[in-house]
């Protein structure tokens, strides 16, 4: 006896009901909307010896392996690490090269910025064209009714 056609047809569309479900791979739940995913954020006082680092190497910001050890408190995974400090060259820094070819960076005003929010001290003269670029923070004024 073969299968009736309506049987076959209502297997079919259960069986591509379920492949439709199996298919929603990535970000998205099943019944909607997004994954809740934990931010694995690095810490402030992390940052901070981060940012203590770069105002110390800014010439050349990349750390090699036992600078790696030293500035790893919050024992930060080494891609997050990298990518951090990527991160901050192509964002904070720009790239010059010297009359020999070689290659430095000079932070710009972004980088200043962040450090002033950390609360570091400055330990060199910022130059002047990067000084007009910053933004100062703005002061809270609260009237009093």
């Known amino acids: 006896m ?3 056609p309506s049987k076959t047809s209502e297997n079919t569309s259960d069986s591509d009901s379920n492949q439709g479900s199996d298919l929603l791979v990535g970000p998205f739940k099943a019944e909607g909307g997004w994954k809740n995913q934990p931010r694995n954020s690095i810490s402030r ?3 901070k010896l981060f940012y203590m680092w770069l105002l110390e190497n800014t010439r050349f910001p990349f750390p090699t392996e036992n600078e790696r050890v ?20 192509c964002r904070q820094f720009t790239k010059h090269r010297d ?3 070689n290659l430095y960076f000079a932070p710009n ?3 200043y910025e ?14 002047a064209d990067v000084r007009r670029a910053i933004k100062q923070p703005r002061k809270c004024s609260m009237r009093r009714v």
Do not use: T
């Open 70 to 89: 030293y500035l790893d408190i919050d024992h930060v995974s080494e891609k997050q690490f990298k990518y951090w400090f990527a991160n901050i060259r």
């Open 109 to 111: 005003a972004k980088f």
């Open 2 to 4: 073969s299968p009736s």
């Open 114 to 127: 962040s450090c002033f929010r950390m609360g570091l001290v400055i330990p060199h003269a910022i130059p």
């Open 45 to 47: 006082k992390q940052k």
């Open 99 to 101: 009359s020999e070819g």
